[in-house]
Nanobody, 122 residues
Framework: QVQLQESGPGLVKPSQTLSLTCTVS??????????WSWIRQPPGKGLEWMGA???????YYSPSLKSRTSISRVLTKNQFSLQLSSVTPEDTAVYYC??????????????WGQGTQVTVSS
């Protein structure tokens, strides 16, 4: 059973860069046809997919966040990270990491972290 755990600061100042790490246990990030995503949920709003990194290190980003988002993997650890630059209070949200596996022609999320609250405020 794959488990994911988000970690990082819970408070970020406006204009700074938000940095989060997701630690994967019970499974490998090299699993074929896997995508490792960051997803967020602002207060009172729905889930927003931010981007993903695949088992072969390809990256995909939401068009609306692409200019501010970077997702990478830590080569020596079973971890991947999120960096979101130039944050504003509108980036306040619960941030989740999740694993997607190819099912037919689509990727389905089968494992999620518990989520971590990030507040952008001075």
């Amino acid at each position: 059973q794959v488990q994911l755990q988000e970690s990082g600061p819970g408070l970020v100042k406006p204009s700074q860069t938000l940095s989060l790490t997701c630690t994967v246990s019970g499974g490998s990030m090299t699993t074929s046809y896997s995508r490792w995503s960051w997803i967020r949920q602002p207060p009172g709003k729905g889930l927003e997919w931010m981007g993903a990194i695949t088992n072969d290190y390809s990256t995909y980003y939401s068009p609306s966040l692409k200019s501010r988002t970077s997702i990478s993997r830590v080569l020596t650890k079973n971890q991947f990270s999120l960096q979101l630059s130039s944050v504003t209070p509108e980036d306040t949200a619960v941030y989740y990491c999740a694993r997607g596996l190819l099912s037919g022609s689509l990727y389905a999320f089968d494992s999620w972290g518990q989520g971590t609250q990030v507040t952008v405020s001075s």
